[in-house]
């Protein structure tokens, strides 16, 4: 009975760690109540994936059922796509798989045990958690916030992938091919040593490839606002020239035929469609008084009216 609570408390510790994992680098869904009980419906699929595999032959599909699960966990509760739930999926569970085998090959090299799986002593279920969550705590510590992975390429997704994917495959080679002997044993502990602090280069790695790309994007978008600002002072310029010139009101009187003549002309900065106002009204009112003729123009440069009386 005391084994199973030990092991009930051993997954909620790494149903928290999951979550804290996913946390660091995801932005989560606005999914109401859902989303503040992502822990709680974490753990018991933990709890039931561990109950289950057991009646799972082959440690590589366990591999990949533990990764399918946080994937799906990871799409429902996170803002991602598919390659950030399978990516960050395989990173978070590698971590634990490593941390545990490291610490089971110091157990094994320093005890001279030959079985990777010689679990005698339950506590050392404790340091290995505590390992980890450490871990986790220095990756938070090392990420600064950042989470626009999708202005990285198909190609380096395709690199970032390769290290996830050669870190579980090691691990499964380490477990197939598990040795007795003390050279082994010390060689593999030196590979998971090794694949941990890969796998934190790749973070790093990341989140540098990130940084640059925001400050490409910023410098883009700072040089856009220039650009934009220089053609609107030149657009305003030029308008300026334009009312500067064309900002002359010519009036004219004269006789000709008989007839008086009266017009005036002003510029304008564009043309402008010509309604019949207060004061224009009024004005061929008075040129159909005296049996005169009005008439009114506008195009791109100037605006005239003209009375013939």
Not at 94 to 117: G, M, P, R, Y
Not at 260 to 281: A, W, Y
Request: aromatic share 14%; proline share 1%; net charge positive.
């Amino acid at each position: 009975m005391a084994l199973w609570i030990f092991s009930f408390c051993i997954m909620a510790i790494e149903a928290w760690g999951y979550v804290y994992f996913f946390d660091t680098f995801l932005k989560k869904k606005d999914a109401g109540r859902l989303q503040r009980c992502r822990y709680i419906v974490l753990y018991p699929a933990v709890v039931a994936f561990a109950l289950s595999v057991k009646y799972v032959g082959s440690m590589g599909i366990k591999v990949m059922l533990a990764v399918l699960l946080l994937a799906v966990f990871c799409g429902l509760f996170y803002r991602t796509d598919w390659k950030q739930s399978i990516f960050f999926s395989m990173l978070n569970y590698s971590l634990l798989f490593l941390t545990d085998i490291l610490l089971l090959l110091t157990e094994n090299v320093l005890a001279s045990k030959d079985k990777l799986c010689a679990l005698e002593y339950d506590f050392l279920y404790i340091p290995m958690k505590m390992v980890w969550i450490l871990l986790l705590f220095m990756i938070r510590k090392i990420w600064k916030g950042r989470s626009n992975f999708r202005e990285l390429s198909r190609k380096e997704w395709g690199v970032f992938f390769m290290v996830p994917l050669l870190t579980v495959a090691s691990m499964l080679l380490m477990y197939f091919c598990y040795s007795g002997e003390r050279k082994v044993q010390t060689a593999y502990l030196f590979l998971s040593v090794g694949l941990i602090f890969i796998n934190i280069f790749v973070i790093e790695l990341m989140q540098g490839i990130l940084e640059k790309e925001e400050l490409l994007r910023e410098s883009a978008l700072a040089g856009q606002k220039k650009e934009s600002q220089l053609a609107h002072y030149r657009d305003m310029q030029a308008v300026y020239e334009r009312q500067g010139r064309n900002a002359v009101v010519h009036v004219k009187l004269v006789q000709e035929g008989g007839k008086l003549i009266f017009s005036v002309r002003n510029p304008v900065v564009e043309k402008v469609e010509v309604t019949e106002g207060t004061g224009l009204s009024n004005v061929k009112a008075v040129a159909d008084k005296y049996g005169g003729d009005f008439a009114v123009s506008c195009d791109a440069e100037k605006f005239q009216a003209v009375v013939m009386l």
